[in-house]
């Protein structure tokens, strides 16, 4: 009998009953931590983009690009937060007098942050 393209190139199967299964794994790749950006990205892509989330898993290429998307998203997010807090005059001098407007314009200037990088990166 023929070998297959799938036998030629190194694969093997395994027989169960009367059907000959290939033996296939996904490549071993190191696993990188995913922080909750790359956590939404995920779920996003599973809800919404499921081809392109199959496409990645099935490649092996899942964990690396989740990681790299958190690592982009958070970057963009202290990036903003800094840029945002300088241009509305949010400083450690009004920290220091008045804690409460201070937590209250921060608390603005990260949900605003957090918007912005959920638009443009994570649901994007």
């Not at 099935?58 to 963009?76: H, P, V």
Request: charged share 25%; net charge negative.
């Amino acid at each position: 009998m023929a070998k297959t393209i799938f036998e030629e190139m190194g694969g093997t199967y395994t027989q169960i009953g009367d059907y000959l299964l290939p033996d296939l794994e996904l490549p071993e790749k190191e696993q990188q931590p995913i922080g909750v950006w790359g956590q939404r990205h995920r779920r996003y892509l599973k809800e919404h983009r499921r081809a392109s989330y199959a496409t990645l898993l099935t490649s092996g290429k899942l964990n690396g690009y989740l990681a790299d998307i958190d690592r982009q998203a958070e970057e963009m997010f202290l990036r903003l937060v800094k840029q945002m807090a300088e241009a509305e005059g949010v400083t450690e001098q009004l920290k220091a007098g008045n804690q409460m407007e201070w937590v209250g314009r921060m608390n603005n200037i990260r949900n605003r942050a957090m918007e912005i990088v959920n638009s443009e990166l994570i649901c994007g």
